[in-house]
């Protein structure tokens, strides 16, 4: 019992370790000033790759639906994502998204009805302070458009990652992470060639293999096991994993991007982990109270 929870707690947590490199990839491997072209070439491959693996079509209803789940997880948060990127410094574009916990549990409570907790508060609110701490001692310039696009993105995936629990999956996790992708990424290239037009030069083989990487590891199968969690996981608890991301942000931007940051910033991480831990020991002690019940004959 305990073993299947701590496998789907870990490979879920996959997704934001993942998803962390995602800053420090755009700055070594990708074209400068392309923010919309990074997320067409992020999301829609990795869709065409699922559906081959599982060729399942929406039926009904889930035409739509996926196309907004697509707009919120993929199409809107990408492009923020990576507006963002290119004009924060990797940890701080990254670690925005400590406020999506609190966001999460916030409308999870009232959407899907789950169990706001105090311990759950807590811990949203640490996770927070332990963000605060790291972002407000970086060595830094704070670019107000970016802090705008990293909020905005948050925004958008903390109100995918409650509807798409809401909505629960009709298909496989495969198919379904492909119609996100697959619509996300639609729905973004009319907007990239109209904004930004194509390349003006050829792709570089370094932008290659940047792109290889965040379309295959960093969405393909981060996105996969992330929906996977969704579908078995509350979705606050799910959210908390998210802050996985932007510690492994600021721990690569320290040690490959040679980054300076003070030790109150060591706390912050310190502190977000901790947060992280007290969720997860929460939903492994009172399975009753986080929905993780259900789990115990999960393969």
Same mark, same amino acid.
């Given at each position: 019992m305990l073993s299947n929870r701590t496998a789907l707690l870990a490979t879920t947590a996959l997704a934001p370790t993942l998803w962390g490199t995602t800053y420090l990839t755009t700055t070594l491997f990708l074209p400068e000033d392309r923010p919309l072209l990074s997320a067409t070439l992020r999301a829609l491959p990795a869709g065409v790759l699922l559906l081959a693996l599982c060729p399942r079509l929406p039926r009904g209803a889930w035409w739509?639906?996926?196309?907004?789940?697509?707009?919120?997880?993929i199409g809107a948060f990408f492009a923020l994502l990576f507006v963002a990127a290119y004009r924060l410094p990797g940890g701080v574009a990254a670690i925005v998204g400590g406020l999506q916990p609190l966001l999460v549990a916030l409308l999870a409570s009232r959407v899907l009805h789950e169990r706001l907790? &105090?311990?759950?508060? $807590?811990?949203? %609110?640490?996770?927070?302070?332990?963000?605060? @701490?790291?972002?407000?001692?970086?060595?830094a310039r704070l670019d107000a458009l970016g802090v705008l696009a990293a909020v905005a993105g948050t925004l958008s995936m903390a109100s995918g990652i409650v509807l798409t629990k809401k909505?629960?999956?009709?298909?496989?996790?495969?198919?379904?992470?492909?119609?996100?992708?697959i619509t996300g990424g639609v729905t973004l290239l009319p907007v990239m060639l109209l904004i930004e037009g194509l390349p003006a030069t050829p792709l570089?083989?370094?932008?290659?293999?940047?792109?290889?990487?965040?379309?295959?590891? &960093?969405?393909?199968? $981060?996105?996969? %096991?992330?929906?996977?969690?969704?579908?078995? @996981?509350?979705?606050?608890t799910t959210a908390f994993l998210g802050l996985l991301s932007p510690v492994v942000a600021i721990l690569l931007g320290w040690t490959i991007a040679g980054e300076h940051f003070r030790p109150v910033q060591i706390i912050g991480i310190v502190v977000v982990l901790g947060s992280i831990s007290a969720v997860i020991v929460s939903a492994t002690t009172n399975p009753a109270v986080t929905g993780l019940g259900s789990l115990a004959g999960a393969p």
């Open positions: 739509w639906k996926s196309w907004v789940l697509g707009v919120l997880n907790t &105090g311990r759950m508060l $807590a811990a949203g %609110v640490a996770g927070l302070l332990g963000v605060c @701490l790291i972002v407000l001692q970086a060595e909505w629960g999956q009709p298909a496989p996790p495969l198919a379904t992470t492909a119609w996100q992708l570089t083989t370094t932008n290659l293999i940047g792109y290889a990487y965040l379309s295959l590891a &960093g969405t393909a199968f $981060a996105y996969f %096991v992330w929906f996977r969690g969704i579908s078995r @996981l509350p979705a606050s």
